[in-house]
């Protein structure tokens, strides 16, 4: 098919507007047997103005036409074979793109390194730089508002889930309290009778007596207009001392006058129940009213599966003249701390194991000139055991003795759920009960899947594991570290370590809870930042396996956290 030169001169046209490519190049053209063709050149013009300079020039045809492919620096060789050279090809400011395609002529290469190279945004905006930002500010305000909505729906999940799951909607839970006291705080002579090899490691002294305690927690509305719903709502926890109206065998027995764990007083005359009232009161490990917001990672609070972990802490220095809300949230989260205290707990099956967690700083530690400048660690002051059940009885059969006419609280339950034998109210799986919370000590094997906790000596030196009755283990951290690398931490972070490993601040601390109740054996590990973030949660993670099994899938990676 034979074509007019005029409209292969058009095709060329079109070609060399389109594709940017092409200027420059030289295309050649045989229309039929024409002794003569018309050579079109077209190039970038040189006045600045958009556009190309189009060239009409005759010259003998080509013998062999070749393809059309971009001007590349061999050109240049070729024009003394019989192609008619661009004026411009001698030019040594012009620049090759090595990354044009023979192949493909009318594709369009940009390099994107050329500093001359620019945008043509007058597509989407009018050119104004100002205009350009304020969207660009927009959209990052529609996604931090997308972002915190989600933040607020996980707020309000945590918050349901909390008070659903671990409160079971307000109802008691009727426990055992055992408390043990480090050495640490018993002056400098308790703790110069320490093992000469541990001198670091405190000593725990299990306190004389069981409290029994009731608890429960319940929602409270502190404001019914609010936008979020659970921003207008609060949960509040009771925890205090049984008396005689949760006790059947106790009201059988005594009077509520002559009512005292022990006839035994300390040396300023205080009764034992009081001490103990106290420190019940004292051990609470969430704020006065827990809010939605206390769910976010900062507040140390959160639950997964069966596990829950909440948190409290007294801020070192209250003294500020900024009273903005922003700033109390971040004082009450962020330390160095006065005090801290933490609680880690599972339950399942009916029961549930925790564990509360009290730090606070030592006095000649507080008073030392280098406090205002480094602050000082925080040292486990007690730590307190709680075995509870959750169906009304107390854990142990003994407790749960009625008088014949089924009064009292074990005994006057609507229907009939305990089975009454020799006098005594048990509940169905009242065996299990007792093997799950005051069985042998120790998870068997010992902790089931051991956390990372940095260089030995960053172990050895600041944590200790312990074994309770109930086959629970724990892995805690007895001192903490508030300081990060920028307030001197040469040694690495920590006593005695090396200075290649990583600080405190980077690693963070690790309690790890082990405890199987029944047929599933569940490892709890609540992690935290480090520094004077040391309330804010890391992560908190629950591990599930059958108890049966569980030595055949024991971990083996040496101590890893969990990967998403």
Known sequence: MMLHPAVLLTISLAAAIVSPTLCGGVAAFAPGGSSSATTTTARPRGDGRHGVIVDHRRHDVVDNPRRLRPRTSTAAAAAGAGEVPDEDEDDPTRVVNPYADPNYPDLEFVNYDDPEYSADRSEYSDGSDDVIIDNVDATLAEIEAMREDRRKRNDEYQFET???????????????????????????????LRDPKAQGVPRLVRRDGILKVVSRGSKVIVD????????????VHEERLATHDDFPALMMMIDDDDY????????????????DAAHVE????????????????????????????TCDATPLSSSSSTTTREHEERQRHEGPFR??????????????????LDYALLEEEEDDDDASVVPPPLHLRTLTVCRETLDGYWPRPSDNESSSSGGGAGGARDGGEGRSGGGVRRTDHQEEITRALFGPPGAPGGLYDPPPLGSEERAISNYMLLDFEGGATL???????????????EDGGGRGEDASSPSSSQLGWVTSLDWTPGRIRYQVDRKVLGGTKLKG????????????????????????????
């Open 260 to 275: 005292d764990y022990d006839d035994d007083s300390d040396n300023d005359g205080s009764s034992r129940k009081s001490e």
């Open 537 to 564: 949660l890391r992560t908190l993670e629950l591990s599930e396996v059958q108890g049966e099994d569980a030595d055949r899938w024991r971990p083996k990676d040496g101590g890893s956290n969990m990967r998403q």
């Open 339 to 356: 005090e801290m205290r933490a609680e880690l707990g599972v339950q399942e099956n009916g029961m549930r194991f925790r564990v509360k």
């Open 162 to 192: 909390y008070h659903a799951s671990v409160l079971r909607g307000g109802e008691r839970s009727l426990g055992e309290w055992t408390v043990f006291q480090t050495d640490t705080f018993m002056g400098r002579g308790a703790r110069l």
């Open 282 to 309: 004292g051990s609470r490990c969430w704020p006065d009213e827990l809010s939605s917001l206390d769910f976010r990672g900062p507040g140390g609070n959160m639950c997964v599966g069966k596990a829950y972990t």
């Open 224 to 235: 019914p207009e609010a936008s979020w719903r659970v921003d207008g709502e609060r949960i």
């Open 475 to 489: 892995l805690l951290p007895h001192r903490l570290d508030q300081h990060g690398e920028e307030e001197g931490e």
